[in-house]
């Protein structure tokens, strides 16, 4: 399993970011994925999640500000940002359990493997 994040980088307070995960290695049937993110000395948060059903979970800071969305056979995952503020500033991580009674959501146990990460700064 692989996944590569991308779109991370500067912005100012009040902008936008896309972030994209490309995902490959893994049967796309049935797949929990997430973007999750990490500041220095905190615990991993999650952001939002797609269940193996499609269903959605955000995290209350997430609400009315990120999209979660993923291609039709789970090959990208992408997080619409907007309304940023310095607080959002993090590593983003995407993860992905492959496995049909993935538990999902926004606990990072749940998720087996994980990408390198893409920086987001905000001004």
């Known amino acids: 399993v692989q996944l590569v994040e991308s779109g991370g980088g500067s912005v100012q307070a009040g902008g936008s970011l896309r972030l994209s995960c490309a995902a490959s290695?893994?049967?796309?049937?049935?797949?929990?994925m997430a973007w999750f993110r990490q500041t220095p000395g905190k615990e991993r948060e999650g952001v939002e999640a797609?269940?193996?059903?499609?269903?959605?979970t955000y995290a209350d800071f997430a609400q009315g500000r990120f999209t979660i969305s993923e291609d039709s056979n789970k090959s990208f995952l992408y997080l619409e940002m907007n309304s940023l503020t310095p607080e959002d500033a993090a590593m983003y991580y995407c993860a992905v359990h492959p496995y049909i009674r993935c538990s999902g959501g926004l606990t990072a146990d749940n998720y087996k493997y994980w990408g390198p990460g893409t920086q987001v700064t905000v001004s």
């Open positions: 290695g893994f049967m796309y049937n049935g797949a929990c």
């Open positions: 797609i269940g193996n059903d499609d269903t959605t």
